[in-house]
């Protein structure tokens, strides 16, 4: 099991930056592929972007694609969203999220352990 507490959300203006953070602790956080996931309201939560336990490869939804960048880091068991170019569209909670297994994957139901999310709200 991972406990993960997200950071880092806040309010900017449509083309700004943010970077979120999420702390995990846990003996499993480096056999763990890691997820973004968001959730606007009145919607369903959508994946964002994962990457695998050891780092090496990445996958994101083509919304953020070229925007978004996922990474960690095991030595501190942390890893982040730099999020770039930002667009009101992307206001949300943003969730991350272990899954089971070190690969990566979009479905929300690989993913066993949540953070208790970070509002990110992106004004025009």
């Known amino acids: 099991q991972v406990q993960l507490v997200e950071s880092g959300g806040g309010l900017v203006q449509a083309g700004g930056s943010l970077t979120l953070s999420c702390a995990a602790s846990g003996r499993t956080f480096s056999r763990s592929a890691m997820g973004w996931f968001r959730q606007a309201p009145g919607k369903e939560r959508e994946f964002v972007a994962a990457i695998t336990s050891s780092g090496g490869n990445t996958y994101y939804t083509d919304s953020v694609k070229g925007r978004f960048t996922i990474s960690r880091d095991n030595a501190k068991n942390t890893v982040y969203l730099q999020m770039n170019s930002l667009k009101p569209e992307d206001t949300a909670v943003y969730f991350c999220?272990?899954?089971?297994?070190?690969?990566?994957?979009?479905?929300?139901?690989?993913?066993?352990?949540w953070g208790q999310g970070a509002q990110v709200t992106v004004s025009s």
């Open positions: 999220a272990a899954a089971s297994s070190g690969s990566v994957t979009p479905r929300r139901d690989w993913y066993n352990d």
